[in-house]
């Protein structure tokens, strides 16, 4: 079988590294009487590129940068990553049955379950051992996929048999999980989405305006210092250095992208990407290349832009609104369809 895999992320994270030379300045810009300093960094966290650019005025934080990437990386080892043994998710993943929750778990968990009941399980956080057995995490890190095997249908079907959103208890008021046996939990759908809800806790006091992206998503905070919207570029699936146009926002928002370019494999010529549909157990294909969801909420515009790539645009529409977000689709012909909120601040080049 012949394996063959586009390293487009290491790449452009050494690329955007090499440019940006690690975290790089603190510049000066003016403001009328205020002064304001603005801080740029890129890094490495949660397997992604964190870019940050934070102004603050005088008297605010001007480590800022560097507590929201020590955050992120406590946010990973201590809570999300499935990996990390002493996180909390690799405990409840260890435990089975019944496990004690913190409240902060408690409430990403309750979120995910909404998303998951609404798109009737296109969203799921119960599919780990499927994410598990696709190996998706080590797609990025492989030099070499010759020795990479598509997961055998049969161990998918017995993985997807043992998930389901709907075979979990969760007690939000005593913060307990009853896990059955055999179903793990992946909250990689959503990792991205609760550090830019805690990284603009961080922010609030401490910045008067950023913009932050961790991989497919995105936070804007506050206001620049010339007082023009924000700009948020939305990648070209057919072509991911470049994009397809822009969202022009004005204060806090969360936009998280979901599409087929971010992560995959190609095996005998056929792309296998990292959205699965938990109904298949397979890569989704609903049409889609890529969704983007617009809303106040990180964690939830993380879960709904899933959710809506599983789901396709039509389905994948009535799901945002119903939980007041705006989405964007491309489609596999290219064609762009979105919610009419959307097409308020959607603009091409
Ligand atoms: P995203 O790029 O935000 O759409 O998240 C994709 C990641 O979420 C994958 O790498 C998996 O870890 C996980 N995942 C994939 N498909 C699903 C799904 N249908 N529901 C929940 N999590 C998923
Ligand atoms: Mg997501």
């Known amino acids: 079988m012949k ?22 300045a603190c510049l000066f810009s003016g403001c009328g009487q205020k002064e304001i300093l603005t801080l740029e960094s890129v890094d490495t966290a949660m397997g992604t590129i964190i870019q940050q650019r934070i102004y603050v005025s005088e008297g605010q934080d001007t480590q800022l940068a560097d507590k929201v990437i020590e955050q992120i990386n406590r946010l990973e080892a201590e809570e999300l990553s499935w990996r990390i043994e002493t996180s909390e998710l690799a405990g409840v993943n260890a435990g089975q049955g019944k496990v004690k929750l913190s409240e902060e778990m408690t409430d990403i968990l309750q979120t995910c379950f909404q998303v998951a009941e609404a798109s009737k399980g296109a969203f799921d956080p119960t599919i780990g051992a499927v994410v598990r057995l696709w190996d998706i995490d080590s797609w990025a890190q492989m030099e070499d996929t010759q020795y990479y095997h598509l997961p ?9 048999e043992a998930a389901g959103y709907e075979k979990l208890s969760l007690d939000g008021v005593k913060e307990e999980l009853y896990l059955p046996e055999g179903m793990y939990l992946d909250l990689g759908a959503v990792g991205k989405g609760i550090a830019l809800d805690r990284t603009r ?29 924000w700009r948020v570029g939305i990648t070209d699936p057919e072509n991911p250095s470049g994009s397809i146009g822009y969202l022009e926002l004005q204060g806090q928002w969360c936009i998280s992208t979901s599409g087929d370019y971010e992560r995959y494999v190609e095996v005998d010529g056929v792309r296998y990407h990292h959205i699965i549909d938990p109904d298949t157990g397979y890569p989704a294909d609903s049409g889609v290349r890529s969704v983007t969801i617009l809303t106040k909420d990180g964690l939830l515009s993380d879960a709904l832009s899933t959710a809506c790539f599983v789901l396709g645009v039509e389905e994948g529409m009535e799901l945002a609104e119903q939980f007041d977000g705006e989405a964007l689709f491309v489609t596999v012909d290219g064609e762009l369809k979105m919610t009419t909120g959307m097409e308020t601040c959607f603009h091409t080049r």
């Open 201 to 229: 806790e961080l922010l609030e006091e401490q910045a008067s305006g950023a913009v932050i992206s961790a991989g497919g998503s995105i936070l804007t905070f506050g206001e620049k210092p010339d007082q023009t919207p």
């Open 152 to 160: 055998q249908a049969a161990l998918l079907e017995n993985e997807l």
């Open 3 to 24: 394996c063959f895999r586009k390293n487009a992320f290491k790449r452009k994270i050494e690329y955007i590294l090499y440019i940006f030379g690690g975290i790089t």
